[in-house]
């Protein structure tokens, strides 16, 4: 069983046994849009089912700001060099949600990386939990 790969297109990989009904490969590939990729997609099965839990917990819909991003297109948004949407991270719009109660039902459901944004959540599955915040972002974190 495919666990965990990288996909040259999301248009090019083969939804047969999708199994995770509030998200696609499209909205979690490469947004360059034809910049840098043909929509690379990076095809995780433990970041989609921690995702739906996600979904599940909060009973709403999430929207992804940002998916799996192509090493030059991550460079171009200034994305950190090591950064987890080189491989798959989700950067979860806010609008909508309480983002305490987001972040925390994210680490119920297995995320481990968290990036408070001020308009987003960043979430993976990083090895060594971690929490940052960007320029700006503290304040709307404040509790
Ligand atoms: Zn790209």
């Known amino acids: 069983m ?6 040259a297109s999301f248009s090019a990989f083969d939804t047969a046994g ?4 509030h998200f ?4 979690l590939a490469c947004r360059c849009g034809g910049k840098f990729c043909k929509g690379e997609y990076w095809h995780e099965e433990a970041f989609l089912d921690a995702l739906e839990a ?6 709403a819909p999430l929207a992804i700001n940002s998916g799996h991003r192509c090493d030059l297109w991550n460079a171009w ?3 950190a060099a090591n950064s987890m949407h080189k491989q798959v991270a989700a950067d979860v719009s806010l609008a909508g949600h ?5 972040k925390a039902a994210a680490q119920r459901t297995g995320f481990t990386g968290f990036g408070l944004g001020t308009n987003f959540l960043h979430i993976d599955r ?5 929490v940052w915040l960007y320029p700006g972002s ?5 509790t």
Do not use: F, N
Request: glycine letters at 8%; zero cysteines.
């Open 2 to 7: 495919i666990v965990r790969m990288l996909i």
């Open 18 to 21: 999708w199994r995770w009904p």
């Open 24 to 27: 696609s490969p499209r909205e």
């Open 54 to 59: 996600l979904r599940a917990e909060i009973g």
């Open 77 to 79: 948004v200034g994305g």
């Open 98 to 102: 309480d983002r305490h109660a987001l």
């Open 126 to 130: 990083r090895a060594v939990p971690t």
């Open 138 to 142: 503290a304040k709307s974190w404040r």
